[in-house]
């Protein structure tokens, strides 16, 4: 009687067997297969919200310098001159930001013009590659 009750207990300190743990595998990669396009799509939307919203609100800011100083920053002068004064800003009554303005969410710099192309001035990101034109999250973001 011994005995049995001692095989019993060896058998309940094995573990797993090699099936059993390659199936928990499978359906542990199934749901990831499944779970994880979802999840990066998602990641990759609200990055572009994201730059939009970033956009919005240095948009906001280069109107206050213009009504300010008259005209927007040159090119040369960029963004930075919505935090710092630049030189030749008569009536800067900045700063317009709190800070100097932050990259892209991608890391990457926003990249401002004036004159514009597309309008007095443009501001844009150029999406996750850092590169004019793309698609999906690589897609230019423009004012």
Do not use: C
Not at 16 to 39: C, D, K, Q, S
Not at 64 to 92: C, F, H, I, M
């Amino acid at each position: 009687m011994r005995e049995r009750f001692h095989v019993r207990a060896v058998r309940l300190q094995r573990g797993f067997t090699l099936l059993e743990l390659l199936v928990v595998m499978v359906i542990i990669g199934l749901l990831v297969g499944y779970v994880a396009p979802n999840y990066f799509s998602a990641v990759g939307k609200s990055e572009s919200k994201a730059a939009k919203a970033q956009l919005d609100s240095l948009q906001k800011a280069l109107i206050a310098y213009r009504l300010d100083v008259g005209e927007y920053p040159s090119t040369e002068q960029g963004l930075a001159a919505l935090s710092a004064k630049p030189s030749g800003a008569a009536n800067w009554s900045g700063p317009y930001l709190s800070k100097p303005a932050p990259p892209d969410p991608w890391g990457h710099a926003y990249v401002y013009r004036h004159p514009g192309q597309r309008s007095d001035y443009d501001l844009q990101s150029y999406g996750r590659d850092g590169k004019p034109g793309g698609s999906g999250d690589a897609a230019d973001i423009l004012n």
